[in-house]
């Protein structure tokens, strides 16, 4: 970079502010106004290192070195708001003399921009999760009063649990389910045969692989959760040591495997059965959905038990009265 090229920046400096340094000694040679305005007037002896004191000068020489611009911002505050100062330097030559060029461009106004936008964006995100999760909770509250309501109009516990069945499945968008009924006399749990799959074809298989199946109190994940009263999930149905459906249902690539308990009377009378895609645990919030559809299916089950006696009691009082009569 010659003269005539020291020229041209300076021509162009208009609003940029300019210095050229001695490149062996580092001292000031020239400086025009703005860059006064920025950094102060340097003293007749200043040197790159007493007006820009925190720069690093070994990477400086590195840059210039290996024949590339140093860039650095610094800030300043020359009055009373700070100025983001962008800095670029590099080598120039004039009769024979090593110079350095320092240019300077106030870069506040971009750097803020950043910052908006940058504050935007993360207002936005916040903003977009928010809406995401009140989104979230709007749709748990309807499947439960979809649920809800399902439960209190269906003429049979079966009609019931094949309703939330199938909207559970298709909210967490789970291919396959199924409910278990428990067998108080053989305290065993028994597949109902009410199922939800998305794709019956594909599913076939792990259908026809539990319908004789029993599960007693034990070591697997059905029978845990017979025993606890509690839900419980894997993430691998595979590693279920008494699961009858594992290597079926790993064939099939599901992954995680969920059970939740339907009590009347804190006893366990059902259970449903979800297989997932997905191995991740259930969220907090999941998990307290599927307790409030459960003890909806409880209270089902509890309500037909009561309207079965009601009717079993009342045949067995006409059944007298006619006896007397």
């Not at 590099?90 to 300077?104: D, F, K, N, Q, T």
């Not at 916040?126 to 009140?134: G, K, Q, S």
């Not at 076939?204 to 845990?224: C, K, M, Q, V, W």
């Amino acid at each position: 970079m010659n003269i005539a090229a020291i020229n041209e920046h300076l021509l162009r400096a208009i609003g940029v502010g300019i210095a050229i340094v001695g490149a062996t000694d580092l001292k000031l040679r020239f400086h025009n106004e703005k860059f006064a305005t920025w950094f102060g007037t340097p003293d007749a002896d200043a040197t790159l290192a007493t007006v820009f004191p925190s720069m690093d000068l070994a990477a400086l020489q590195a840059d210039l070195s290996a024949g590339r611009p140093h860039s650095v911002e610094l800030s300043v505050k020359p009055k009373r708001r700070t100025l983001v100062i962008a800095l670029t330097l590099s080598r120039a030559m004039s009769g024979g003399e090593a110079l350095i060029v320092v240019e300077c461009q106030n870069i506040t106004r971009m750097r803020e921009l950043e910052s908006m936008i940058e504050s935007y964006s993360a207002m936005v995100e916040r903003n977009t999760r928010e809406i995401e999760r009140e989104k979230e909770r709007a749709e748990r509250l309807l499947i439960i009063e979809v649920i809800t309501r399902a439960a209190n109009e269906a003429t049979s516990a079966e009609e019931a649990m094949q309703i939330a069945l199938d909207r559970v499945c298709a909210h967490n968008r789970w291919p396959a389910g199924q409910v278990y009924l428990h067998n108080d006399s053989a305290g065993e749990l028994i597949p109902a045969g009410i199922w939800h799959l998305d794709d019956p074809q594909r599913f076939e298989a792990l259908r026809g692989s539990d319908e004789a199946t029993r599960f007693a109190p034990g070591i697997g994940l059905l029978e845990r959760v017979l025993a606890s009263g509690q839900p419980a999930w894997m993430g691998d149905v595979s590693q279920d040591p008494n699961a009858a459906i594992a290597a079926v249902a790993a064939d099939l690539g599901i992954k995680g495997v969920l059970a939740f308990p339907v009590h009347v009377d804190n006893r366990v009378v059902a259970l449903l059965e979800f297989f997932s895609d997905d191995p991740a645990e259930p969220s907090e919030a999941l998990l307290q959905v599927m307790a409030r559809i459960c003890t909806q299916l409880g209270r089902v089950i509890e309500r037909v038990r009561a309207q079965e006696q009601l009717v079993v009691a009342t045949e067995a009082a006409l059944g007298a009265t006619q006896a007397k009569s």
